[in-house]
């Protein structure tokens, strides 16, 4: 999917134990960038610069450059603006 913040626009993927259609998101999981945590399969883990875990249902956006982030439902309706 893509969204857009202020005048920028981003690549996002809803977190979900789906195979994601996205391939940066795929790409990200076989490079071991991102993980299901073992304790809690509910738990997506990434770098920790970035935030370090999320749950599904949070939206992982993909900023460039190597920056993600991931918010919630909430966040994510009152600050972006989904285009697909």
């Known amino acids: 999917m893509k969204a857009k913040i202020g005048d920028r626009i981003v690549d996002v993927w809803k977190i979900s134990h789906l195979s994601p259609r996205e391939s940066w998101v795929q790409e990200l999981f076989d490079q071991g960038i991102i993980y299901w945590y073992e304790a809690n399969s ?4 990434f770098p ?7 749950s599904v249902g949070f939206y992982f956006i993909n900023l460039g450059k190597n920056e993600y982030q991931a918010v919630n439902s909430r966040r994510f ?6 285009l697909e």
Do not use: D, P, V
């Open 42 to 45: 509910n738990i997506l883990m």
């Open 48 to 54: 920790q610069a970035y935030g370090g875990a999320a």
């Open 77 to 82: 309706k009152r600050e972006f603006q989904l």
